[in-house]
């Protein structure tokens, strides 16, 4: 029997931009590079997807589209680091939710093939200036392979700017929960958490010595293809990310590390700054995912979680700042500026604060040679503003995702105008 998933689960009839026909050039703008000094009036030039020009004033190409962009603020499209846009749509609709398979090892899970290009979610994130995604897989222990993507594009492979972006890894949760009334004893939860990270040793220990084996392997090897997914960590190819928030998970998370020889990057990492020192020696980035996360602790002070950047930044350490990933979080995406923005009040430089939704999550991401400041020889990817993006009532008046112009309509700014209509008949 066919079962009605109803109209709020069609497709966005939002139409994929076309490839830049000839050069543009925006002129007038107050142009924040990010990677420089923001030039007042400046001029910025893209062609066929390419930025050729940022500077106070540059020669236009012949037929180009010179736009008058006077009194107006042009950045780099903001990068969400860590999410599952275009995986979900309706979290209570099953059949839009593509965000985990099941068992705990699955390194040879691909996000890319399961994107939905025609997400309603993404048009939304896109018209706050969220003009690129890491979208990660979920669930398990070994969770897969996340992919960089751009959002605009008729198909997953359009879309994609770098796939495979990372493996991720979920590190377990260390806390014992000592409660009389707790549903297991203290002794079977220690034995839980025993054995996942058990399976997390045993399963890269598996995974090198069949990379040892690889190398040396005639024409008649048997390949595994969840172990050849983890060959390129090996061969420092592919970077492994680990999901920890806690400082017990971020502390453990290290140890492996160095004893399995591999590097790794932090997601998550609440307790961040509690471990600041171990992360700079070590240099391991971290991908902050919700900047306005509640304490952990009943002890911790209210702004444990509001200051966990600038207490990053002070100390040295990597970081950009990320929403959580969680299929809930997927329809307010539109939201991480203003996770950067409540760092900033708690400590975080403002220009930091824009770099670590811009500039810092395409370094980490391995995308900085294309995304997150505006430089010649880059994508133009960018926002044309009416303010500060970290701003709340900032708009993004246009937007250029590899020079393409993009639609920013969506569902919500068409519901918007159609009352706004009715309410201006009356």
């Known amino acids: 029997m066919l079962v009605s998933i109803g109209p709020a689960a069609r497709a966005s009839d939002v139409i994929p931009a076309p490839p830049q026909a000839r050069p543009i050039v925006l002129r007038g703008a107050t142009v924040h590079p990010v990677s420089g000094p923001e030039i007042p009036a400046g001029t910025i030039v893209f062609e066929k997807g390419k930025i050729t020009a940022v500077a106070a004033d540059a020669a236009t190409p012949p037929d180009a589209e010179v736009i008058d962009a006077t009194g107006k603020h042009i950045y780099p499209g903001l990068i969400s680091a860590n999410t599952v846009l275009g995986l979900t749509e309706i979290g209570a609709v099953r059949a839009t939710v593509d965000i985990e398979e099941p068992g705990a090892i699955n390194p040879n899970v691909r996000s890319a093939s399961s994107v939905n290009p025609d997400s309603e979610l993404i048009p939304v994130a896109r018209t706050n200036g969220i003009l690129t995604a890491h979208a990660i897989p979920e669930g398990g222990i070994v969770s897969g392979q996340s992919a960089v993507l751009r959002m605009d594009g008729w198909t997953p492979e359009e879309m994609t700017v770098r796939s495979p972006a990372a493996m991720h890894l979920r590190w377990p949760n260390l806390t014992i929960n000592r409660d009389p009334r707790a549903l297991k004893s203290v002794e079977d939860q220690q034995k839980e958490i025993d054995k996942a990270q058990k399976t997390i040793r045993d399963a890269f220990g598996i995974a090198r010595s069949y990379w040892h ?97 600038a207490r990053l930044h002070e100390a040295g350490v990597r970081f950009c700042i990320a929403t959580n990933a969680r299929a809930s979080e997927a329809p307010h995406e539109r939201n991480l500026p203003y996770e950067a923005s409540m760092s900033a009040a708690f400590g975080l430089p403002k220009e930091e604060a824009l770099k670590a939704v811009t500039l810092y999550p395409a370094q980490i991401l391995g995308v900085d040679d294309q995304l997150g400041s505006l430089e010649p020889g880059k994508a133009a990817t960018l926002i044309v503003t009416n303010g500060d993006p970290l701003d709340y009532p900032t708009n993004v008046e246009a937007a250029y995702i590899d020079g393409r112009k993009i639609d920013l309509t969506n569902r919500q700014t068409r519901l918007r105008d159609k009352y706004q209509e009715r309410y201006q008949r009356k």
């Open 213 to 309: 084996a690889r190398k040396t392997a005639n024409a008649d090897f048997q390949s595994d293809l969840r172990w050849e997914a983890m060959m390129p960590i090996f061969d420092d190819k592919l970077p492994l990310f680990v999901h920890a928030a806690t400082a017990a998970q971020i502390e453990a998370a290290l140890a492996w590390a160095k004893e399995t020889q591999v590097k790794i990057v932090v997601v998550g990492g609440n307790d961040a700054w509690r471990v600041a020192p171990q992360l700079k020696a070590t240099d391991t980035p971290v991908i902050i995912a919700l900047a306005t996360a509640l304490p952990p602790r009943r002890d911790d002070p209210y702004d444990s979680g509001f200051s966990n950047a």
